[in-house]
């Protein structure tokens, strides 16, 4: 079965910039039937989208994180990245990254997550 | 943005008791774009119900899936050990997507 797995840093500094990446375990990235997202939780807290994108070059990044989210995807490594600019302790959560399937209309397949940090 | 309120919080329930999990919209949502997730401590989510009502592959037939418009909900007919868990709405419209607070199922 498809797998995704998340990678980068475990601690950044505030007001630094996060980069995370994704890699799927097949070529399915440059499926049309797919879109790539990023989601996160904070410790003992919900789950809040950050952002989707899909081979077309098409991304949706939540209001919220608008103007600090940049994603991007590289189909010849078969990953999909994160760059999340001035980073805070408000920022500190679990993150994961996931895959929505347009048949299911949901978000089928998620990696395991990785705990980023923000602290001096 | 539509806003999911789920309710209750917390849901304290016995083993072979029903489960009944609530998510209500700020605003109309497709029943199309209406899933459930399960989440045990220390694990990623796990798509249960997609399009409101359809159980994902493998997701077992105690749990069911109903609702529209902006009131949806969530049964477990009768809780087996593994089944406590948190539970989340999430729902898709204009671009956006958003996650309910959840609702915590534990063990009475």
């Known amino acids: ?120 | 943005e539509i806003v999911l309120t789920q309710s209750p919080g917390t849901l304290s329930l016995s083993p072979g008791e029903r489960a009944t999990l609530s998510c209500r919209a700020s605003q109309s949502v497709s029943s199309s774009y209406l899933a459930w997730y399960q989440q045990k401590a220390g694990q990623a989510p796990r798509l249960l119900i997609y399009g409101a009502s359809s159980r994902a592959t493998g997701v077992p037939d105690r749990f069911s899936g109903s609702g529209s418009g902006t009131d949806f909900t969530l049964t477990i007919t009768r809780l087996e050990p593994e089944d406590f868990a948190v539970y989340y709405c999430q729902q898709y419209g204009n671009f956006i997507f958003t996650f309910g607070p959840g609702t915590k199922v534990d063990i009475k």
């Open chain 1, 1 to 120: 079965q498809l797998q995704l797995q998340e990678s980068g840093p475990g601690l950044v500094l505030p007001s630094e910039t996060l980069s995370l990446t994704c890699t799927v375990s097949d070529d399915s990235i440059t499926s049309d039937n797919y879109y790539w997202a990023w989601i996160r939780q904070p410790p003992g807290k919900g789950l809040e989208w950050i952002g989707s994108l899909n081979y077309g070059g098409a991304t949706y990044y939540n209001p919220s994180l608008n103007s600090r989210v940049i994603m991007s995807l590289d189909a010849s490594k078969n990953q999909f990245s994160l760059r999340l600019t001035s980073m805070t302790a408000a920022d500190t959560a679990v993150h994961y990254c996931a895959r929505y399937r347009w048949n299911d209309d949901a978000f089928d397949i998620w990696g395991r997550g990785t705990m980023v940090t923000v602290s001096s």
